[in-house]
Every structure is written in C-alpha cells, then in structure tokens.
C-alpha cells in the first residue's frame, strides 16, 4: 500500500477532534476524578498537571512525529527509524498493538457500564423497570451484553476508515460534550455541599503526598494522552505535512487536561452533594466506599436530584460519556487494525472484524473472571506498559533517529523551527529527561 492510498484527516480542525477524541475518554471522566478522590483532591491534580506538562506532552509530540514520518502503522513507522534492528522495532510495534487491545478489553465493559447508565431512565420511562434495574446492577450477563453491544459501535466506526469514520464523528460529539459538562458544572454549583467538594479538590493537603500517588499520576498522564500504545502513531500518521506538530499536540494536551480538570470539578462536588443528600460515599474512617464505581453512584444520584430535566440530562450525559469512550476505543483497535491491514495485506473491513472478535472475547473472559482479571488488567496496561513503552519511544526518537532526519520531519509545517527554544531544548529533553524521570518514577518506592 502506497502512503497515498493510505487515509488521512482532511483537515486541522479534523485531527484536532480526532486527536482530542482519542484523548479525552474514560481515563478523564471516570479515572481521572477517581483517582484525585481516592488520593486526596488537589495533591493528585497538581502531580497530575506536572506529569501532563513535563513528561506526557513531550511524549505526545514525540509520538506524533514518529508516526508523521513513519505514515504507516507503528510497527512500520518504528522499522524505518530503527533500520539497523528491524526485529527488535517490530517487536516494540507488537508489544504496543497487544497493550492497545489489552486496555480496550477492559475500556469497553467500562463502557458498557455507561451504556446502561444511559439506557436505564429510558426503560424506566417506557414502564420495563425489571430492564432498568438490570441495566445498572453489577453481572456477568449484563456486563458481556452491553460490552458487544460497544464493541459492535467501535467496529461501525473503524470499518468506516479514517476521514469518513473517525473524524467526521469526533468532530460533531467532542464540541457537545464539552457544552454539557460547562451546564452541569454550572448546575451543581448551585447545590448545597459543592464547596466541599470544591474544597477538596482544589485545596492541597500535602500530607497525602506519597510514591504511589506520583506513579499513579504518571500513569493517568499517559493514559489520558493515548501515549505508549501506538494510538498517537497511527494518528500522526494520518497527518498531513504542512501540520505545525508541536503547536497541534499543544491544543490537543490542553483540550484533554481540560476535559478532565472539568469533570473533576464536576464529580467531587458531586460527590458532596450526594453525600448531603443521604447518598453514603465514605464509610466510617472517612475512606471512599468502592471508588471505582464513584461515577456511577455519584452521577446518578445528582440526576436524580434534578427531577424530571435530570431523567434527560441523565441520558444526554451518559450517551456523550459512551461516545467520548467511542472515540477514544477508536484509536485503540485502530493501531492494530493498522497493522494487521498494512503488515498482512488484509483488508480494513476484514482486520477490523478479526480483531473486533478477538479484543471482545478478551473482554468476556476479563468480565467472567471480573475479580481476578479487571484491575489487573487495566494496571498491567496502563500504569505500568503505557510509561514504559514511552520509554521506549523516547529512546527511538532520542537516541536511534538521526536528529538531521527528526529535524527535516519537524521543519515541515513549521519551517522556522530550528531557530527556536523549542527545537533546542525538546530533542534533548526527550533523549534524556523523559525516560530517566520516568524510570525513576518506578524505581523511587525501591529505593
Ligand atoms: N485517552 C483515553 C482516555 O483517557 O480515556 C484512553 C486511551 C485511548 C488509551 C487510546 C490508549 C489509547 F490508545
């Protein structure tokens, strides 16, 4: 396949959707809050904005520009910088491919829990109240039928390609999204115990500070960017040449940690007012009763607390929930559709049903074996394969591509880039900074 048979986004406004898209999903509406709950509010949002700023944003400028030059799949992209060891570049490819569909078998149960979120209050209306009590209670069933239920919506999607699929649907959900979270953040303001939460969130109380928090935040910053995986390859692969880099990973950085600096604002005052509602979020020590589920407890009651405008609200929220997770498990089966399309001469449609199949029969065994498998699986892959695979890909730009090439790369849709701070200090900062912090980030609680 010839780079010009390849697909490509249209245009800025596209990849910037897209991009973002990728970025912002569940790791900014259900982790990201989860995490600065359960690690104590603002310590774990400054650490987190640190992480973003100074290792993941680099990273995600470095990940973009491999895939630009490599316009292909990431194990492809990776072989043409790293041509003096081929095998070992395509086995970092396929390491990141697994890690991309390890994350969406777990991402889309997640996301089916919002889709009976979403669908419940409907069912309630229509008189099925049996459905709708199904629909938002914990089991095998019904997490494996609306887990098919994403992945069949994910499939849709990637079948379709880049220009047609991709990025004509994140370019119409991602800007509604961000309305309604301005509207509901507005609402709960008004409510009585909002200030704790707000409090809590924004207010640091450093003694909450520890090696685990900064590790977490890390993870959270890589996982929110889409970095590790090969997701942003294959986007930057898609990127036309005349595209300032630095300058678009910029507004996508900041379109994601705004999303989720938003929806923390909106679910820890949640949380508060549904504690002052009669709603019990902590138990007796003052500890977050099962945070994992926080999102699902908390926004259910504030809905229900609105009347009859939070049944709708309450649908709209979750369905813009179930498709920001949809552009976001977009781009994890398209790093290995990519592959399996290019590397193996296969058709799209036909790769995209193969892995869709096979990612979905992961998510089953995970969601029959729930206990055993979900939080393992989901910190396997993102707190520890996604850094460290940045790692990896900080090396192959920082010491394995020849800066004279990074630079040709670079220049283009930014010819004046030499002659900048960024040129002079970002190669550098990648080559060293990025893989030694991150190292030591895991290697602090050791020693
Ligand atoms: N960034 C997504 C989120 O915050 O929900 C998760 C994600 C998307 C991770 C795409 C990895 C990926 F390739």
């Not at 991402?107 to 089916?112: E, F, Q, T």
């Not at 309630?124 to 609306?146: C, K, M, P």
């Not at 409090?199 to 960017?225: C, D, I, R, T």
Request: contains cysteine; neutral net charge; proline residues 4%.
């Amino acid at each position: 396949m010839t780079s010009s048979d390849r697909g490509q986004f249209t245009s800025r406004f596209g990849f910037i959707m897209a991009a973002a898209g990728s970025a912002v999903g569940l790791g900014n509406v259900w982790g990201f809050p989860t995490q600065t709950a359960t690690n104590g509010g603002a310590a774990f949002l400054l650490v987190y904005l640190f992480m973003m700023a100074l290792l993941a944003f680099p990273m995600l400028i470095a990940e973009l520009t491999i895939g630009r030059y490599g316009q292909s799949n990431p194990i492809a992209s990776l072989r043409k910088i790293w041509v003096k060891n081929k095998p070992v570049a395509a086995m970092f490819g396929v390491i990141a491919l697994l890690t991309a569909s390890m994350i969406l078998s777990f991402y889309a149960i997640l996301a089916g829990w919002l889709i009976g979120f979403g669908l419940a209050p409907i069912a309630d209306v229509i008189g099925l109240n049996g459905v709708a009590d199904w629909l938002v209670t914990f089991g095998t069933a019904r997490n494996v039928s609306l887990t098919v239920l994403f992945m069949l919506m994910t499939v849709f999607v990637v079948r379709r390609g880049v220009s047609d699929g991709i990025e004509k649907w994140s370019s119409r959900l991602m800007p509604v999204l961000f309305v309604l979270f301005i509207a509901l953040i507005g609402y709960i303001f008004t409510q009585d115990g909002a200030m704790d939460g707000l409090e809590m969130y924004l207010v640091p109380k450093w003694n909450h500070l520890n090696a685990s928090l900064v590790v977490n935040a890390m993870g959270q910053a890589f996982f929110s960017l889409s970095l590790g995986v090969g997701a942003m390859m294959v986007y930057g692969s898609y990127l036309s040449k005349d595209i300032n880099i630095p300058k678009t990973a910029g507004q996508v950085a900041i379109i994601d940690t705004g999303v989720a600096f938003m929806a923390g604002l909106l679910i820890l005052p949640a949380m508060f007012v549904a504690k002052e509602n009669g709603v019990q979020i902590f138990n007796e020590l003052g500890e977050l009763i099962s945070s994992g589920n926080l999102v699902f407890v908390v926004l259910p009651a504030l809905f229900d607390s609105m009347g009859l405008a939070g049944e709708v609200i309450g649908i709209a929220f979750f369905a813009l929930m179930v498709i920001a997770a949809l552009t976001s498990s977009i781009a994890m089966l398209e790093v290995p559709v990519s592959c399996l399309q290019e590397e193996a001469k296969m058709s799209r449609n036909k790769a995209t049903k193969i892995l869709g199949g096979t990612i979905l029969l992961c998510s089953a065994i995970i969601a029959a074996n729930f206990n055993a498998l979900f939080d393992l699986v989901a910190t396997a892959s993102t707190v520890y394969m996604q850094p460290l695979l940045g790692v990896v890909w900080a090396v192959v730009l920082g010491w394995i591509w020849s800066r004279n090439s990074l630079l040709e790369e670079i220049r283009q849709g930014n010819p004046e880039i030499e002659q900048t701070w960024f040129w002079k200090i970002w190669p550098w900062y990648v080559k060293f900074v990025c893989p030694a912090a991150i190292l030591i980030v895991f290697a602090y609680p050791f020693l």
